[in-house]
């Protein structure tokens, strides 16, 4: 049967055909990329994309919401079970957005806020100078150790005493090691300043127990929902009752108008998904495939930021193989093994030409692949470090990803077990009749 995309546009119908086979026969390294589930899709190519909902359930500025509300109050109510917390706002359109209500929601306008640089591991948003942050606040970077590549709580203690930021930001988008939420919470208060965590990347690991939760030591948390969390892409916040007005306000009317309903729908759906013992599985896997991938790289001469990993990504310093981060990261890339180049706290001095590769496990996990899986990816990988201007070599391994990939299809029809399915609505919240 000729789908309605293929009958209408078939040049847009072709070239989603050819992104779903690259998808399939590649191997995703990206660590902040994922596969959603059949049902993620499914909610997320809804009906709810017509529909326009600015405001919250029950304090709408349109009409039509009898469905709405409901989606948006269970999406609250999964979302504040899983992460234990307060409140939830499931409206941010992106982690970045939900960062930016945050600070909204927490300081104003030539404050201070501090958080982890971009060539040491964090994120844009964190204060980094490109970012829009660096301009509306005043920024304070703190810095992992060269020596370590770890995370060094007295630098950050010395510079929260020193600043008395209004913010401090705990969270990274390229660091590999555990990061103590409650030591960031302990700081933040001696000081006074709030303490926002960004678990964009590390969300599914806190959901399922691996990296302790920052909730507790948190007046916000933020994190987007399509990385390790495996949602749809949108952005999430937790806060303590105190500043979910706040918050609330912040994202609207604050910076977004129409929240947007088929993506938080399926968000609603991924919240479930989280919630069994299938996703703490996937999360355990995560791991332990990150840290089989690093333990076989260290065993092939890599330099690791951190000499290792405690999560779902790997920092590879290149600089002992002599190859540059773009360009292996383009030779991969020719190879089907999709990384991206980085710049790694040992050299944080080149970031437009990096010297460091990040690589990560969730959406090979996804995939089922298993520790031996991400062996065999180590060598693959280090084939191409060896062969890098041999496009012959490049070729072979190329064939060697197509066969491993052709083991493991895309589960974009993957369906997570829902024993506690919650079948028909809350009786509460029923809906009105004339929709039946
Ligand atoms: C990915 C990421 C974000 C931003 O998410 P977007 O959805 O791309 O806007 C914010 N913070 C951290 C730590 C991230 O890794």
Redesign the pocket.
């Known amino acids: 049967m000729i789908t309605a995309l293929e009958q209408y546009d078939p040049q847009i119908y072709e070239l989603i055909r050819q992104e779903k086979a690259r998808q399939s026969g590649s191997i995703r390294l990206i660590p902040?990329e994922n596969y959603v589930s059949r049902a993620v899709m499914e909610a997320s190519g809804s009906c709810l994309t017509n529909k326009y909902s600015e405001g919250y359930p029950g304090r709408r500025y349109y009409e039509g919401q009898q469905v709405t509300d409901l989606i948006e109050k269970m999406a609250q109510q999964r979302a504040k079970k899983l992460f234990k917390a307060d409140h939830a706002n499931v409206q941010p359109y992106?982690?970045?957005?939900a960062?930016w209500a945050a600070y909204l929601a927490l300081a104003k306008q030539g404050d201070t806020i501090m958080g982890l640089s971009l060539p040491h591991g964090g994120?844009l948003?964190h204060g980094w100078k490109v970012s829009v942050t660096s301009k509306i606040f005043k920024s304070v970077q703190y810095t992992v150790r060269p020596d370590t590549g770890r995370l060094d709580y007295n630098q950050i203690e010395e510079l929260a005493k020193k600043h008395k930021p209004k913010i401090i930001i705990s969270?990274?988008?390229a660091y590999p090691r555990e990061i103590d939420f409650e030591i960031f919470g302990r700081i933040a208060k001696d000081v006074g300043a709030y303490h926002l965590s960004?678990i964009?990347?590390i969300a599914g690991l806190v959901v399922a127990g691996i990296h302790k939760s920052p909730v507790p030591y948190s007046d916000i948390v933020?994190t987007?929902t399509?990385?390790t969390l495996r949602g749809p892409?949108g952005?999430m916040l937790l806060c303590k009752a105190e500043h979910a007005e706040n918050v609330d306000k912040a994202v609207f009317p604050g910076l977004q108008g129409g929240p947007h309903m088929h993506t938080l729908t399926a968000v609603a759906v991924a919240l479930a998904e989280a919630d069994t013992p299938e996703f703490i599985a996937y999360a355990k896997q995560i791991v332990k495939n990150a840290k089989a991938l690093a333990e076989k790289l260290l065993e092939y001469g890599f330099n690791l930021s951190s000499g290792g990993t405690d999560n779902h990504l790997i920092l590879i310093d290149l600089r002992n193989k002599k190859v540059p981060g773009k360009k292996l990261s383009k030779a991969l890339d020719r190879a089907r093994i999709v990384t991206n180049y980085n710049t790694t706290p040992l050299d944080p001095a080149h970031p437009a030409n990096p010297t460091g590769l990040r690589i990560g496990t969730p959406a090979i996990t996804t995939r089922g692949m298993k520790e031996e899986h991400a062996e065999q990816i180590a060598s693959l990988i280090n084939k191409v470090v060896e062969n890098v201007n041999n496009e012959s070599a490049i070729e072979e391994v190329g064939k060697e990803v197509l066969l491993l990939s052709s083991q493991f299809p895309v589960p974009e029809h993957f369906i997570i077990p829902n024993k506690n399915n919650p079948g028909t609505p809350h009786t509460s919240d029923t809906l009105t009749p004339w929709l039946f």
């Not at 992106?94 to 957005?97: A, C, E, L």
């Open positions: 902040s992106s982690g970045s957005v960062n994120h948003t969270g990274a988008t960004d964009a990347h933020s987007t399509h990385k892409r952005g």
